[in-house]
Nanobody
Framework: QVRLVESGGGLVQTGDSMRLSCAASGRTISGYAVGWFRQAPGKEREVVGHISSSGIITTYADSVRGRFTISRDNAKNTVYLQMVSLQPEDTARYYC????????????WGQGTQVTVSS
């Protein structure tokens, strides 16, 4: 069973940058795609983006494309979410999750880290 721990969240101002980390322990995630998700108060959880197990393929939600970048370091068993030009609407709790390569469902989730962007 893998344990995912997100970190790097906090309070920033509009236009600031922030990097979130998703550190895995218990097993390697090198054979897994990793997704980032977020959920704002009163809203449904939404996909931010994902990175393939190889790191070659990344996808992003329209709302973050061009501002957010997902990367991974399999040697460190960690995936990153680099966010620039943060906006108040990016305020949410951010979660990472793993999905076995070739399968449709995410099977392990972290507890999330809060990102708050003040205007």
């Amino acid at each position: 069973q893998v344990r995912l721990v997100e970190s790097g969240g906090g309070l920033v101002q509009t236009g600031d940058s922030m990097r979130l980390s998703c550190a895995a322990s218990g097993r390697t995630i090198s054979g897994y795609a990793v997704g980032w998700f977020r959920q704002a108060p009163g809203k449904e959880r939404e996909v931010v983006g994902h990175i393939s197990s190889s790191g070659i393929i990344t996808t992003y939600a329209d709302s973050v494309r061009g501002r957010f970048t997902i990367s991974r370091d399999n040697a460190k068993n960690t995936v990153y979410l680099q966010m620039v030009s943060l906006q108040p609407e990016d305020t949410a709790r951010y979660y990472c999750a793993t999905r076995p390569s070739g399968r449709p469902n995410y099977d392990s989730w972290g507890q999330g880290t809060q990102v708050t962007v003040s205007s």
